[in-house]
């Protein structure tokens, strides 16, 4: 499964292997003409997709932050014995940089797990969007932390509401019916320039869905990318439940704040969402362990302001996983923190 030629992939096959491009451009949005409320299913067919288009870099224009990069995180994980791919947005300079440890990557997918919820509640804003569809006053005042101008209805926030902020299965199930599964899903990814790597589960089993860390740097654009076709009020919606994911006891299931938030500072903006699963008969182990989303120390191009995603498997236990992907995301921080410490060159296509 090659990868479109537009991205201009550099990779280099030493301990793993670097990928290098630039996502940037502007993002052509067509909406599907304004329609009453009507269910959502037959909504998502209706809803002509927004197209990302690719803005790739020259080797010259690159800075060396990405042999930096490769260098600290194959030192880093040279111990580790599972598969795992990382991937990290610039949004100062444009530049991603992907890592994995995994010989001959090319077609190499991940189980998505919860990291899908993030995608799916981004897809139902965009088709929302689309039909004019809103919270309203009424539902304001059922819920006074979101204007009236969202593009949730009620029942459809009471439902986003724990899928982002509790991980709730039950709630992504709802959403993902809702929207009318997989083909919703495919329509979005297509729409962001995913590979042939990324796909939605058919069967309805959302979080066996197929991705890599490189596809999901596109899915986190939709929240970062000053050019992505969501709304400021969807983007509210998205910032506003990543902000209070639950974060109380141990790391892990109740406490929804780990992975690329690892050995980041106080103070930063990190808005993340993990992914875990535990299932017997995967010969790499039994536990996928994701994480994905923005970092932000809120000092705009003389700062630090990345989307990172780390994908793993094989990790004998949760705490294990979540520790590996923290891991990555200390080495991440300290690369970025110390390039933004220097003249590093604007490149177009970035933030």
Same mark, same amino acid.
């Given at each position: 499964m090659e990868r479109p030629q537009t991205? %201009?992939?550099?990779?280099?096959?030493?301990?793993?292997?670097?990928?290098?491009?630039?996502?940037?451009?502007?993002?052509?949005?067509?909406?599907?003409?304004?329609?009453?409320? =009507?269910?959502?299913?037959? #909504?998502?067919?209706?809803?002509?997709?927004?197209? !990302?288009?690719?803005?790739? /870099?020259?080797?010259?224009?690159?800075?060396? /932050?990405?042999?930096?990069?490769?260098?600290? /995180?194959? %030192? =880093?994980?040279?111990?580790?014995?599972?598969?795992?791919?990382?991937? !990290?947005?610039?949004?100062?300079?444009g530049q991603v940089i992907e890592y994995t440890n995994v010989e001959n990557a090319a077609g190499k997918t991940y189980d998505t797990a919860s990291t899908i919820k993030f995608a799916t509640v981004a897809k139902l804003l965009l088709v929302n969007q689309a039909n004019g569809i809103t919270l309203g006053v009424e539902g304001n005042q059922q819920f006074p932390d979101f204007p009236a101008n969202i593009p949730l209805t009620v029942e459809q926030l009471m439902h986003v509401i724990p899928t982002i902020e509790r991980s709730s299965d039950d709630d992504e199930s709802w959403v993902w019916t809702e929207l009318g599964g997989a083909t919703a899903l495919d329509d979005l990814y297509k729409s962001i320039a995913h590979t042939s790597n990324t796909a939605a589960e058919p069967n309805g089993q959302w979080g066996w869905s197929q991705t890599d860390a490189l596809d999901q740097i596109n899915t986190v654009a939709l929240l970062s990318d000053p050019d992505s076709p969501l709304l400021p009020e969807s983007k509210f919606v998205l910032n506003f439940l990543l902000d209070h994911v639950q974060n109380q006891g141990e790391k892990g299931e109740d406490n929804q704040h780990w992975g690329i938030s690892g050995g980041v500072p106080k103070g930063v903006t990190v808005r993340e969402k993990e992914g875990w &699963?535990?299932?017997?008969?995967?010969?790499?182990?039994?536990?996928?362990?994701?994480?994905?989303?923005?970092?932000?120390?809120?000092?705009? %191009?003389?700062?630090?302001?990345?989307? &990172?995603?780390?994908?793993?498997?094989? %990790?004998?236990? #949760?705490?294990?996983?979540?520790?590996?992907?923290?891991t990555a995301a200390t080495v991440v921080w300290h690369d970025m923190s110390q390039a933004a410490l220097t003249n590093r060159p604007h490149a177009g296509g970035g933030r």
């Open positions: 991205r %201009n992939i550099l990779r280099n096959t030493t301990a793993g292997i670097l990928a290098v491009t630039a996502i940037g451009g502007t993002v052509e949005a067509t909406h599907a003409e304004l329609k009453p409320v =009507a269910p959502i299913v037959a #909504m998502v067919a209706e809803t002509v997709a927004p197209v !990302i288009n690719i803005k790739t /870099l020259t080797p010259s224009q690159l800075p060396d /932050l990405s042999a930096t990069l490769h260098t600290d /995180l194959a %030192n =880093a994980l040279q111990d580790y014995t599972g598969n795992i791919d990382i991937a !990290i947005r610039d949004r100062n300079t &699963m535990n299932y017997t008969g995967k010969t790499t182990g039994p536990w996928t362990i994701n994480s994905e989303g923005t970092v932000d120390d809120g000092n705009g %191009n003389d700062g630090v302001i990345y989307d &990172m995603a780390v994908y793993s498997e094989g %990790n004998e236990t #949760m705490q294990s996983g979540i520790a590996i992907s923290e």
